[in-house]
């Protein structure tokens, strides 16, 4: 079945060690997403890339990176996590993001614990 | 700027039917989606409006006025499983060439026996 898959499914890091969290996709979309989610929260917008284009959201953190080095793959590195970021990361795609329905497909998240 | 509002919490009965409504504020709107969430697991995906009108997916519907900024989505014969986050979520064009989703804080609905 094409999905979006998520590695680790539970990550635990300590104060300041830097940890990278994976996203792999079989459904050949353009768009891949990284969401911010904490506890009764929305999820919240982190970036995207529209195929290799890289868009960052305003207000999120220099400490949150990401990679795309292909199609199928996206990473996000968090340089020096803090206690703050303790919270769900969701992947998603999406085939287009300019109209049409083109709901995005989530992962079924990474938990990171910061210790 | 960006607004959407929904309830935080609703309770329901099993067999019964349930409307969570969605209110929102964007400027350069391109669609609504309603996801479903359960505890700890990743959103899916449920409906989408970008017509004024009702769409209707089995026991699940969805209405949308963008006149009034104002959604809901309908669960009948509601059962135990429908115990979830459900979160109203706009496309917002402004946001450049790909358009981005903008969620709600979602609606936790606890269905009761």
């Known amino acids: 079945d094409a999905m979006v898959i998520q590695n680790p499914r539970y990550q635990v890091t300590q104060f300041g060690k830097p940890v990278t969290l994976s996203c792999s996709q079989t459904?050949?979309?353009?768009?891949m997403y990284w969401y911010q989610q904490k506890s009764s929260q929305a999820p919240k917008l982190l970036f995207h890339?529209?195929?290799?284009?890289?868009?960052n959201e305003a207000d999120t953190p220099d400490n949150f990176q990401s990679r795309r080095p292909n199609t199928s793959f996206c990473f996000l590195d968090i340089r020096s996590p803090g206690l703050g970021d303790a919270a769900m990361y969701l992947c998603?795609?999406?085939?287009?993001?300019?109209?049409?329905?083109?709901?995005?497909?989530f992962g079924p998240g990474t938990r990171l614990t910061v210790l | 700027g960006q607004n959407i509002d929904q309830p935080t919490e609703m309770t329901a009965t099993e067999g019964a039917i349930v409307q969570i409504n969605c209110t929102y504020q964007?400027?350069?709107?391109?669609?609504l989606f309603w996801y479903q969430q359960h505890a700890g697991e990743a959103p899916t995906f449920l409906s989408y409006?970008?017509?004024?009108g009702l769409e209707e997916k089995g026991r699940f519907s969805s209405f949308l006025s963008r006149s009034k900024g104002y959604s809901y989505l309908l669960l009948k014969e509601l059962q135990m499983k429908d115990s979830a986050s459900y979160l109203c979520?706009?496309?917002?064009?402004?946001?450049?060439?790909?358009?981005?989703?903008?969620f709600g804080t979602g609606t936790l609905l606890a269905v009761q026996p």
């Open positions: 998603a795609t999406s085939r287009d993001g300019r109209g049409g329905r083109n709901e995005q497909f």
């Open positions: 459904l050949n979309h353009n768009v």
């Open positions: 890339y529209y195929d290799k284009d890289f868009n």
């Open positions: 964007t400027s350069g709107f391109n669609g």
């Open positions: 409006n970008v017509l004024d």
């Open positions: 979520a706009v496309r917002d064009r402004s946001g450049g060439a790909t358009n981005k989703l903008i």
